[in-house]
Structures are given as C-alpha cells and as structure tokens.
C-alpha cells in the first residue's frame, strides 16, 4: 500500500543550525510528494512539491527538498533554521483519485528550536 | 485571496446537537475537502468534492454529512456525534486534476460532550 514514514516524531535544533527532516514513501508508480507546515493552532502550508524533473526542489522560507528514487526518499533540508520555523511538519504523497487529489500524510516531525 | 476561511473557529457541541461546519474559497477552485486531525496526529482525508459533486467518501461514519451548495462553499452537517469525534477539522480547496497545491483553512475545533 503507498505510505509515507516520517522517521523523527521530534527533533530539536539550536538557532541557526542546519536541519534536515526524513521522509520515506512508498508508491509503485513516480509519486506526487510534498511538504507542509503546521503552525500551533494553524491549517497546513504548501513548503514545496515535487512531481518531476529536477530532483532538488526549492520551497518558500530557504527550504529544500531532494527526490532520490534508489532511497525512497524526500528529504526537507534549511541550512540556518531561525525561531520562527518551530512547527509541526508533514510530508504527503498524492494518490490522485478519480481526478482529485488525495493526501496520504506521514505521522509529521514536530521541530522544536533552542535559542 | 488566497484564503479557505472556515467558521467557526471553535464548536462546542453535545451528542444529542445538530450542527454545521462551514468553508468558503472565492480562487475559482473547483475541488473542496473535509480533513480530520485528532491532536498530534496527520490529516486524515473525510470527503471530496469535485465540480461539487461527491468524489470521495473515505467510509466516514453517516453522522458526518457533508455539503456543497456552490463551486464556493461546502459544509460539514454534524448530527449524534460521539466524543470520539472531537478533532480540528480541516477544509481545503485545490484546482481537480491533480498535482497542485491544496489550500488549508486554518480549521474548526470540535469538542463534542
């Protein structure tokens, strides 16, 4: 069955470090992946996508992410976190059904940041 | 605009109500969606609608009635629900057909009695 496994249910990092987040999925044909953000209280924000060609993708805020096909993986990446960034983050494949698009969500990484 | 506004932001219900959660999007998009998230835990995928039409009903119990009136709006009829059913529920829209961006409301928080 396509899955999404996001590895770190938590992790923390001190301010200005950098950051890189796992994803893993699993899907038998070239997946739809993405990113969001959930800020406490909040509804999800679009990071970045991938659905082909280039296999490292830029997103909003100084994000990253690297498609490699041999691992399974999507990656997210930010080479200097800043406080703000504190947050809960999920990666998703699209399953596209019947014309519309249907998230499958990882178990999401919440990113805590020490000043 | 950019936004899928949802009210009310908080709902307090009993088991015995009869309520409605309500989105709206004014970007023209034509697919609407219904997530539920239990705390600490993913969205999980209620319903789509697509051209306002039902696309996808992911099993969810009958309690849960969902609504679009318009390419604009889509509700959530909430009726007999369980404590169990307490959750953020997300509304989202996107343009159908896949690989685009899905826009979130920031959600409505239900505590059911």
């Known amino acids: 069955a396509q899955s999404v496994t996001q590895p770190d249910i938590h992790i923390t990092v001190s301010e200005g470090a950098s950051l890189e987040l796992r994803c893993n999925y699993s899907y038998g044909a070239t997946p739809y992946l993405f990113w969001y953000v959930q800020s406490p209280g909040q509804g999800l924000q679009l990071l970045l996508k991938y659905f082909s060609g280039d296999t490292l993708v830029q997103g909003i805020k100084g994000f990253e992410a690297e498609f490699k096909r041999s691992q399974s993986s999507f990656n997210l990446r930010k080479p200097s976190v800043h406080w703000s960034d504190a947050a809960e983050y999920f990666c998703a494949v699209d399953l596209l059904d019947q014309g519309a698009q249907k998230l499958v969500f990882g178990q999401g990484t919440r990113l805590t940041i020490n000043p | 605009d950019t936004e899928v506004t949802q009210t009310p932001k908080h709902l307090v219900m009993g088991m015995t109500n009869k309520k409605s959660l309500k989105c709206e999007q004014h970007?023209?998009?034509?697919?609407m969606y219904w997530y539920k998230q239990k705390a600490k835990k993913p969205p999980e995928l209620m319903f789509v609608?697509?051209?306002?039409?039902?696309?996808i009903n992911e099993s969810v119990p009958s309690r849960f009635s969902p609504e679009c009136p318009n390419s604009s709006l889509l509700n959530l009829h909430l009726h007999a629900l369980q404590p169990e059913d307490s959750a953020l529920y997300l509304c989202a829209s996107s343009q159908p057909g896949g690989t685009g961006e899905l826009f979130f409301g920031e959600g409505s928080r239900l505590t059911v009695l």
């Open positions: 609608y697509s051209y306002e039409k039902l696309s």
């Open positions: 970007m023209g998009h034509r697919a």
